[in-house]
């Protein structure tokens, strides 16, 4: 499906975000309680609140099934730029980091993903491993808490710079994303089915509109940058 539309407005586009689906409360729970769910999880964590939040991410790298990436620029502008231009039309609606093995695999949906051919491509987990510092060590740990009120909404403004989920084993997960209209990095934790939605999207569950805030103040640059470069040399368009 066709989702991004740069020119939405605020309360549409969040209707458009499939994954803002959360469970009231739980990410609170994991950040400062030892585990969620069951699940492992850090039993005192310190610091700031990025810093607690990589924590806990850290905590449960084991756990991961997938990474997905959709409804931002990023993925619906830079990357369907770099295909558009491999084979004219050609529009990026999603993307998957699948862990399996000596090597991840990078999966390309395009769309309309019913139709469409997927793209397929090999990343090293050491490659991976080093995004992924990007993103946790080097990105969120680094953000500071935000001064006063948050927003009224998640996100606040758009389009979105990135809108990323990871996807754990015990059918939760973690969505995070940030838009330099606002500065804002906004995070929660969810649940989802284990399976996907008609459009090959994860088909997330549960929700409350209550995110964590942290100010993004550049420090996702470099994660972004990484991963369009992950993607475009490693998967062409089929």
């Given at each position: 499906?066709?989702?991004?539309?740069?020119?939405?407005?605020?309360?549409?586009a969040?209707?458009?975000?499939?994954?803002?689906?959360?469970?009231?409360?739980?990410?609170?729970?994991?950040?400062?309680?030892?585990?969620?769910?069951?699940?492992p999880?850090?039993?005192?964590p310190?610091?700031?609140?990025?810093t607690?939040?990589?924590?806990?991410?850290?905590?449960?790298?084991?756990?991961?099934?997938?990474?997905?990436?959709?409804?931002?620029?990023?993925?619906?502008v830079?990357?369907?730029?770099?295909?558009?231009?491999?084979?004219?039309?050609?529009?990026?609606?999603?993307?998957?980091?699948?862990?399996s093995?000596?090597?991840?695999?990078?999966?390309?949906?395009?769309?309309?993903?019913?139709?469409?051919?997927?793209?397929?491509?090999?990343?090293?987990?050491?490659?991976?491993?080093?995004?992924?510092?990007?993103?946790?060590?080097?990105?969120i740990?680094?953000?500071?808490d935000?001064?006063?009120?948050?927003?009224?909404?998640?996100?606040s403004?758009?389009?979105?710079?990135?809108?990323?989920?990871i996807?754990?084993?015990?059918?939760?997960?973690?969505?995070?994303?940030?838009?330099?209209?606002?500065?804002?990095?906004w995070m929660h934790?969810?649940?989802?089915?284990?399976?996907?939605?008609?459009?090959?999207?994860?088909?997330?569950?549960?929700?409350?509109?209550?995110?964590?805030?942290?100010?993004?103040?550049?420090?996702?640059?470099?994660a972004i940058?990484?991963?369009?470069?992950?993607?475009?040399?490693t998967?062409?368009?089929?």
């Open positions: 499906m066709k989702s991004f539309d740069t020119g939405i407005s605020r309360k549409a969040a209707s458009v975000l499939v994954a803002c689906l959360i469970t009231v409360g739980v990410f609170t729970a994991a950040i400062y309680l030892p585990g969620m769910n069951g699940g999880g850090p039993t005192n310190s610091g700031s609140l990025g607690r939040v990589a924590t806990y991410l850290s905590s449960r790298a084991d756990d991961v099934e997938f990474y997905w990436m959709c409804n931002c620029t990023l993925v619906n830079d990357l369907t730029q770099f295909y558009d231009s491999q084979h004219s039309g050609a529009f990026v609606d999603g993307v998957y980091v699948n862990r093995g000596s090597d991840h695999e990078i999966v390309v949906l395009f769309s309309p993903y019913n139709v469409a051919p997927v793209g397929r491509g090999d990343i090293s987990v050491s490659a991976w491993t080093t995004i992924t510092a990007a993103i946790i060590d080097n990105g740990a680094q953000m500071d935000i001064e006063g009120a948050p927003p009224d909404e998640a996100p403004a758009f389009p979105l710079n990135i809108y990323f989920s996807f754990f084993d015990d059918d939760t997960c973690f969505l995070a994303g940030f838009s330099s209209e606002d500065g804002y990095f934790n969810g649940t989802w089915t284990g399976g996907f939605t008609e459009s090959g999207h994860p088909d997330v569950t549960s929700w409350s509109l209550t995110p964590i805030w942290l100010v993004e103040g550049g420090h996702m640059a470099t940058s990484q991963l369009y470069t992950a993607v475009t040399s998967v062409s368009y089929p």
